[in-house]
């Protein structure tokens, strides 16, 4: 089968919920959620190969009294991170992972991309039953996403104050995530208040599990991009209200 059907040539397209003109404001809220889909890619790519394994790496640093360099990479870590890190590395997330493994966020990142097809889906359907991901998918969601804030947050120093959007490559994405996360929850809001405002179909209803999942998903990126900071050495440069231009 292939990809080029010409069925949208003339800006219609064909959803769950029927066809639509390709300027309804569903098919934005889609094309936001595959924009989110394909920045989570990005930093799956990234997080792969900035390193064949990161976890190796902090541990020898971690064994050679806080410095290691391995050509391609090195590290040097603070007393302050040398004790975070000790007990970041005998955090368990599960049977088989640690948090601080780069393949764990990896794959987790993966089941977000999943699920996001499965919550498209959902939307495009306008209900609320459980055709495409069920309720306890969506919990489960919650309650993993949550975790893995938690978690990160153990070992991360704590939060004073806002940070400024920076450090690596993976926090920048990670950020780039979290506002397109927000942008995807301002629009789903807005479409449902548009349509119960409009009486445009009173039929409407989206599973508020979904709301949850994307305002929960703007803290995980929010924490993993401070974690990746953390874990590749990189200051969270704090926001300063009395900066002053040096110029």
């Given amino acids: 089968m292939s990809v080029i059907t010409k069925k949208g040539d003339y800006g219609n397209t064909s959803t769950l919920n029927g066809n639509l003109t390709k300027g309804n404001s569903l098919l934005d809220i889609l094309g936001e959620i595959d924009q989110l889909n394909t920045l989570i890619g990005l930093i799956r790519y990234h997080g792969e190969t900035c390193d064949p394994n990161i976890l190796q790496v902090v541990k020898d640093a971690i064994e050679n009294n806080r410095e290691y360099d391995s050509g391609d ?11 975070s890190c000790e ?3 005998e ?3 599960n049977d088989e992972k640690t948090i601080g493994e780069f393949g764990y966020i990896s794959n987790f990142l993966n089941g977000i991309q999943n699920k996001l097809f499965n919550i498209s889906s ?3 359907y306008f209900n609320i039953d459980e055709k495409y991901i069920s309720n306890n998918d969506l919990t489960l969601m919650i309650n993993l996403l949550e975790k893995n804030v938690y978690e990160m947050e153990r070992v991360l120093p704590k ?12 926090a920048c994405n990670s950020h780039l995530a979290r506002c397109q996360t927000r942008k995807v929850e301002r629009m789903l809001v807005k479409l449902r208040d548009d349509y119960i405002n409009n009486n445009e179909d009173t039929n ?9 999942i994307f305002n929960r998903l703007s803290d995980y990126f929010f924490t993993l991009s401070r974690y990746y900071n953390f874990l ?3 200051d969270n440069v704090e926001y300063n209200k009395d900066y002053i231009f040096d110029i």
């Fill in 73 to 83: 990479y090195s590290i040097k870590l603070s007393s302050e991170q040398l004790t």
């Fill in 87 to 89: 007990k970041f590395i």
């Fill in 91 to 93: 955090i368990p997330f």
């Fill in 122 to 124: 959902q939307i495009s």
């Fill in 159 to 170: 939060l004073k104050t806002f940070i400024l959007p920076g450090g690596n490559l993976l």
């Fill in 204 to 212: 409407f209803n989206i599973n508020n599990l979904i709301y949850i």
């Fill in 232 to 234: 590749l050495n990189n």
